[in-house]
């Protein structure tokens, strides 16, 4: 179950955070941040002139030649192969309507379900309310398609989901997911991440989960910190010895 | 001889600014923006579903934007709900703000900007527009630019910027004009004019000057209040 889950993030992630530091610095919309023919505006950039001029706040990255913004506040904006978590709102003729905390509600296909299931029989495998992880397999303007075919992912049962600020998600993977890992170790609970924010904890007893919890807060609200990781541990470690 | 503002201020002098983000945890972004007396918030949701659902542009998406008094926020009770003046000063934030946003990257949604005055003492509509720009930013929506934005006035021959309820009843001389200017940072675009009284063809240069210049001033403290609430966030919670 667990490696299932570990291979659903590394495909998710966007970008792999933490450890890399280098040159940072806090930007502004219409701020300039580098100035020269040579740079590339990357993700969050406009090029103006001689001027790379940012048009989201955030941290300003170059990595060579681009300059990219790497958000820190903001909605979750769907991406192809993102996997997330979502509630099912609805169930229609040919699949399930699911609320995935996006501008636009998602749409599960019955096709996308690993198995054959009846039109009649739908609500046995998903009803109204539940909560699944699945991989967004297509984007067409406002159209939002998912699939659940794929390693980790299906429906969620037990535990609880709760939110964070989507734009903090790669934070808490951690490279190739090492973040994600040392939690589920240290609080021996199931924790599945989703690229909108949402995120599902699921563990022996309620305790550990509020501890995962906590834990996930914690690594989100420190953006702007290197060697998260450590930090990490000490925190667990203070936290062992509080309780 | 000049006028002198009660407050002892200079003509290009600002009242003492609060700018804040993150006041609103529930919102995607929410400001904070206070010049003197008068204090605005403004919360930002979305990029989000557009209902009802004809008013969906397919090319673009959708500003809205709600500016209300609150009703302790002025001397004489303001009765709460929508008035022809609440709603005026509504649509023209949405005009201040729409030339610095992306909005053609949020096809059929809408961002909605919500903008409340917990306390009035002029200047609220521009109080309002600050804030509501850097709620913008922290809610993570693409932005050309900040818009900075403040009412310069004109009492008897003196510019000044950035008056007050008192100064706004000025009566000696030429009386007083209020001129509520709204600027994208970066560029000489103005996105907001508005007057109230009178003002010579000669003047009104000067007086885009000086709110210019001023505008120039607050931009410095949104950048400075977005970037200081990133390093709080670094170092402790």
Known sequence: MKNKINEAHEAGEVFSDDSQESNRKIV???????????????????????????????????????????PIFGAF?????NVVVGRITDITYSGWL???????SAFLSIEEFPKYINRNEMEQYLAIGDVISAKIWTLKNKNIDLTLKGKGLGKLESGFIFRIIPSRVPRVIGR?????????????????????????????????????????????????????????ESWFMEAENGS | MAVKRSDGRKPNELRP???????????????????????????????????????????????????????????????????????????VTEWALIPAVYLEQFPNSVIDVQIYILQA???????????ASMALAHAGIPMRD????????????????????????FEDGEGATDLAIA???????????????????????????????????????????????????????
């Open chain 1, 28 to 70: 502004v919309p219409g701020e300039i941040i580098v100035t020269g023919e040579d740079y590339l505006p990357g993700e969050g950039t406009r090029r103006d002139g001689d001027n790379i001029v940012s048009i989201k706040f955030g941290l300003a990255e170059e990595s060579g030649r681009v300059v990219r913004i790497i």
């Open chain 1, 77 to 81: 904006i769907p991406r192809r192969s």
């Open chain 1, 98 to 104: 699911v609320d995935i905390d996006s501008a636009f």
């Open chain 1, 176 to 232: 190739e997911g090492s973040m994600v890992n040392l939690i589920k170790e240290r609080t021996g609970c199931n924790i599945v991440v989703g690229q909108n924010g949402w995120i599902w904890v699921s563990g022996q007893s309620l305790d550990s989960e509020i501890k995962a919890r906590k834990a996930i807060e914690f690594v989100a609200g420190k953006v702007y910190v290197s060697g998260l990781t450590e930090l990490v």
């Open chain 2, 17 to 91: 600014i609060i700018a804040k983000i993150g006041v609103v945890p529930n919102a995607d972004g929410s400001a904070l923006f206070a010049f003197g007396d008068t204090i605005a918030i403004a919360a930002v949701y979305g990029p989000r579903q557009l209902h009802p659902q004809h008013m969906q542009n397919p090319s673009k998406g959708v500003l809205r934007c709600n500016y209300d008094l609150l009703s302790f926020s002025v001397y004489d009770r303001k009765k709460p709900g929508p008035s022809r003046r609440s709603q005026e000063i509504s649509k």
């Open chain 2, 121 to 131: 003492d002029a200047g609220t509509r521009t109080a309002g527009i600050n804030a």
């Open chain 2, 146 to 169: 900040l818009v900075c934005s403040l009412a310069v006035g004109k009492l008897d021959k003196e510019i000044v910027v950035d008056i007050t309820k008192e100064e706004e009843d």
């Open chain 2, 183 to 237: 600027k994208l940072a970066n560029s000489d675009e103005f996105s907001l004019l508005q007057m109230d009284g009178k003002i010579q063809p000669e003047l009104f240069n000067n007086a885009l000057k000086a709110g210019a210049e001023a505008c120039s001033k607050i931009y410095e403290v949104q950048k400075k209040a977005l970037k200081e609430a990133i390093n709080t966030l670094g170092s402790d919670e």
